[in-house]
Each structure stands twice: as C-alpha cells, then as structure tokens.
C-alpha cells in the first residue's frame, strides 16, 4: 500500500489538485478591469511553458496581447464569424445563442495567443513524425496548464474560436509556419461559476464520466472496479412510466386556466402527458428540438416490392445534407436541427458535417430468405439508436423528433406491424411511395411470405427485429427508448416510426409516456399501429412522405400544449370569474 502511494502527494496538496481542475471554468463574464501584475502574468506563462509537448519539440509561442486598438480589431473579426454562424441556427437555438456570450477580448485587461509550430525540431521529432497532429495536441496541454494556473491565481480564462485562422495570423503578424491553437482572454473576475456557463444556459450537458469509460475495447463502457454496462439493459432498467402527480397537476391546472374547461382539446392531453414524462408541472418547453433522419437499406427491395432504385436512399441522404429536402423545408419551418444519422446505407457516404457516420451494415438482408439481421446487429443498431438520443439531448435538446429514409422500408414496417400486432398482411400493407396493382399484390405476398417464414413471437422483440427489420428500424427503437430514458419527448413520424415504436414498447412498456404521435401517415399499417399503441395522432393531412415531416409539422403543437400549461393565467392569479 505504501510502496503504491509513494511519490503521491500529502492529501491537503492533492485536493488542491482536484479542486482547481474542478473549479476551472471557461469565463466570458464578471471580468474586472484591473490589470494581471507582470510577476503572475510570468508564473501563468511559466506553467504554461511546462506542459508535455512530443518529442519534446515544444511547439508552442504566446503572444501576450494588450494594446486596445489591436484588440478592437480582433473583436471586429470574432463578431462577424459570430454573426455568420448565428445565421446557420435553427429558430431555438438561434434564440438561446443571442443570450449566450462568447468572448470577452474588450473585457479582459490581457489576452494571450497560444500558437503552434509544427516544424519545430525538424523531421526527426520522436512521434510527431508518424502523428503530425501531436504537435497541435502540445500546444493544447499548454493552454491547459496555463487555464489550470490561472484559476489557481484567481484569473479568469475564456477560449475564443471564433475566427478564420488566417485572419487571425495575419492581424498577429503571425509568420506562415505558425498556427493559432487558442485565443484566450485572461483577467480577474468577481466570482467563478459552479458549473460550464453552457450548463447553466440550458445549451449542453456534461456526460456522465461513465458514458466515457470502456473497459477493453470500445462500446464496453463502466467505471473500473464497476461490472462493465450492459447498455440494453441499462437502458430499459432507466424507463418509468409517466409521474401521476404531475399529470393530476397538470390536469387541475388546465380545468383552471383562463379559457373554458377542455377548450384545448387534445393538446391538454398533450401537456399533461409532457408533465407526466418530466415529473413537474409545469413542464420543460420542448425546445430546442432535432430531428433524427436514421438512413438504411432493405434486402427485401430485391423482390420488387418498389419503383425506385436502392441508391436513392444514398441519394436522399445527400440531399437531406445539402437542405434540399422536404424534411429541411419543415425543420427550418419548425425552427429544428437536421441530423442524418446512416445506419445502414448499402453505399458508403462521405463524411460531412450533419451526417453521423453508424453503420451497422450495408443495408440489411432479404427477409424472405432469412434473418433481415443478425440479433447482435438487432441489439447493436438499438444500442446506437439510444445512444443518439443520449447525445442530442447532451447537446441540448429538449425535444427528439424521428425521421427516416430508406427505399422499400414500408414493406418492412408492414411486417414489423403484422408481427407486433397480429394485423392481417392485406389491411396493414401500403402502396408506400405509390405502386401499381400489381406491385402492391406482390408486396402483400412477400409480407405474408415473411411471416409465414419467420413466425415471429411477438414476446421476442429483438427477434421480430432481426427477422424483418431495417437497422432504421432497430435503430429508432432505439431512439424511442432513449428519449423514454431521459424523459425527453419524442414525437414520432409516420409508419416506419410506428412500427419501431411497436418494438420499443415490446421492450419497455412504459417507454410509450415519451411518446407523441406526430401524425397519421396514408399508410394503412399506421392507423393500426396507432390504436395498438393507444396513440392519438396531431396531425392528419394524407401525409406519406416519411423523412421527419409529418412529426415536424406536429412540433409547434407539442410545443405551444407545454406552452400554454406555463404561461397561461388562471381565473385566481387573472382575477376572472369562473362559470357558475
Ligand atoms: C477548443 C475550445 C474552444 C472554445 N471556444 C469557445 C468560444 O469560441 N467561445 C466560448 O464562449 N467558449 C469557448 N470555449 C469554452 C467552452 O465553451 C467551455 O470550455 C465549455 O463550455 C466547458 O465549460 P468549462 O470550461 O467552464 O468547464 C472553448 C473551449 C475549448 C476547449
């Protein structure tokens, strides 16, 4: 025991440790104006200048800035990146970040330029020659040493990157070789924050340390000395049913709100639902809020169950990247983010920024052979579902929205819906994206072929999955759950979220309490998936489009429903009578 502690710290000295990397916080307010004495500004250099850097190479230079007029015209290119980017947010987020500050150039008494030379040491710097970025990563430890330092002095940091590069440089007079790494501006403050000022704003999150852990092999996740996660476990152990107080608030607040009892019509079951899943009445306002479009192929298209070729769902994910689709039009509409999540396109996809990279496979098999997928791939495509909602809501959002794309995934949700709800083949089959007589014969026959092949136990939902499902499919299940989980809403689009719904209350019942059925699709299986679930749709408009679009249209309702259970007055509080 001894022999292992030997070299540590005496305790008082290693709590210090802790709690200076505890308490350092990212600053952009409560800057006071006097200026850092030359004798701390050096002892926070000096630290900064300790940092490990490969090979030792050392890469980085600080350019300690002062001069007012210099800083002006630093402010002036951060505030027109700023402003760029604020034109780039959808509506709730564009809200949220008008109130958020970002940098504190004019405030601070000093800022100070952390740069990178990657040259420096020549070719032959041990490490940074099979891993050039390690040079860049030095330069970061020093801005971390010097951000640890700082708090210890009682100054305030705050990182601004908010900056084209070059621009900065050439204002630095910073020769072409160097890079800037981090703009920080440095100063005393009047007190520092408990938590991330991003934390506190509602805008993000911090992760669990647990969700950061693997044991292994990554996906293994648990604390040392901790059994490892099953994360399907884990996460169907987190689902509760839905708060009955909340609800009952909700409900006695709706018959006292300033309008005539039951006037909202569905939408007070809508906010007594969204009371119910977040334990409080009033509840959140579910905003911000981002769709999900989970992207997949079917093995099944191979037996002419649709018109269109299987690259359009390749095709379709490209488009949803570049905003030209319907599912954009209706998320800029609702004030939404757009995220592409490919689970299992047949083609490979480029890396851009909005698609998440989640492939299970290339697309899935031919139901009427076999297993769509394996039941590891069933479990890993929920896993990866859950683990999407998880970080979304990490990132901010209080509200998930599904959306799909996948050529011939109809004909898997009509099998997904027949074996979940025993519905007869025929009444639970759609013409999907519009198909002759004959098609449409065909793909009721390839429906009932499936069943009658798989024979699926409706007790074994991950089964149903594998047999028939698309990844999107078991992947938007997974969605589901993981908004159930973190008792955020979910609303849910047309059939193909229908059916993945059907296989997330299979697992966990009381997951239907996140549940908000966007809108009822065309699509015959839909009308059957709904009354399964118990479920009133807000939106009914013929829709059969998928993507996202039918539940982005029912986002404003989900919305004002939270809204209206908050804001409203009631006769008490407005001085109005009620009726007699
Ligand atoms: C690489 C990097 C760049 C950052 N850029 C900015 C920025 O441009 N504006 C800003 O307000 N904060 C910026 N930050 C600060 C982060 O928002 C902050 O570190 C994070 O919210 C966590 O809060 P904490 O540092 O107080 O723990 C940056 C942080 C890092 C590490």
Redesign the pocket.
């Known amino acids: 025991m001894a022999e292992s502690t030997a070299g540590g710290y005496p305790p008082e000295q290693r709590d210090a440790i802790y709690k200076v990397i505890a308490e ?3 600053v ?1 307010r409560g800057f006071r104006p006097d200026p850092v004495p030359a004798d701390v500004l050096g002892r926070v250099l000096a630290a900064a200048h300790q940092a490990p850097s490969v090979g030792f190479s050392q890469p980085w230079d600080f350019i300690v800035i002062t001069d007012r007029a210099r800083r002006e015209r630093i402010a002036a290119l951060a505030r027109r990146r700023r402003d760029e980017f604020a034109a780039d947010l959808p509506g709730a987020r564009a809200r949220a970040f008008d109130q958020l500050k ?2 504190s150039i004019l405030d601070t008494p000093v800022n100070i330029v952390v740069s990178c030379d990657r040259t420096r040491g020549g070719r032959h710097t041990l490490g940074r020659a099979t891993q050039p970025r390690t040079a860049d990563f030095s330069s970061v430890l020093a801005v971390a040493n010097l951000w640890l330092a700082a708090r210890a002095e009682g100054l305030g940091v ?5 900056f084209a590069e070059r621009e900065l440089a050439a204002e630095l007079g910073l020769p072409a070789h160097l890079e800037v790494i981090a703009y920080l501006c440095v100063g005393y403050v009047t007190e520092f924050a408990p938590e ?3 934390q506190t704003a509602g805008w993000a999150r911090r992760r669990p340390v647990a969700w950061a852990v693997h044991a292994e092999e990554f996906g293994r996740r648990g604390m040392p000395g901790e059994e490892p996660v099953d994360p399907l476990a884990d996460l169907l152990a987190a689902i509760a049913p839905a708060d009955a107080d909340a609800m009952t608030a909700a409900r006695e607040r709706q018959d006292r709100m300033t309008k005539p009892r039951g006037s909202l019509g569905a939408l007070e079951d809508v906010s007594a639902r969204l009371a119910g899943l977040a334990g409080s009445c009033p509840p959140p306002l579910p905003e911000p809020a981002c769709v999900a479009v989970f992207a997949a192929d079917h093995g099944v298209h191979a037996q002419g169950v649709s018109p269109w070729p299987q690259e359009v769902t390749a095709q379709m994910v490209a488009n949803f990247l570049a905003g030209g689709a319907v599912v954009n039009a209706f998320a800029a509409q609702a004030g939404a983010e757009v995220t592409v999540v490919d689970v299992g396109v047949a083609a490979d996809l480029e890396p851009v920024p909005g698609l998440l990279p989640r492939k299970i496979g290339r697309g899935t098999a031919d139901f009427t052979a076999g297993p769509a997928m394996t039941r590891d791939q069933a479990v890993a495509a929920v896993v990866t579902g859950a683990e999407i909602a998880r970080d979304l809501v990490a990132a901010g959002n209080r509200c998930l929205v599904t959306g799909d794309m996948g050529i011939a995934n109809t004909t898997a949700s009509a099998a997904l819906i027949c074996a979940f709800t025993g519905a007869d083949p025929a009444g639970a089959t759609g013409r999907g994206t519009g198909i002759d007589a004959l098609t449409y014969a065909k793909k009721i026959e390839v429906v009932c072929r499936g069943l009658a092949r798989h024979q699926p136990d409706p007790a074994d939902p991950l089964a149903v999955l594998a047999a028939f499902g698309g990844f999107e499919h078991a992947a938007l299940a997974g969605f589901i759950l993981g908004a159930a989980a973190l008792r955020v809403p979910v609303i849910l689009d047309g059939v193909i979220a229908g059916a993945a719904a059907l296989a997330a209350v299979a697992l966990a019942p009381d997951a239907i309490a996140a549940c908000f059925a966007g809108h009822r699709s065309a699509e015959p299986g839909h009308a059957v998936t709904l009354s399964h679930l118990g479920l009133r749709p807000l939106v009914d408009l013929g829709l059969r489009l998928g993507e996202g679009t039918g539940a982005l249209l029912a986002l404003p309702l989900v919305q004002s429903a939270a809204r209206a259970l908050r804001d409203v007055a009631t006769f008490d509080s407005a001085g109005v009578a009620d009726k007699l």
């Open positions: 350092r916080r990212d952009r970002i940098e705050g990182w601004v990157s908010f991330p000022e991003l």
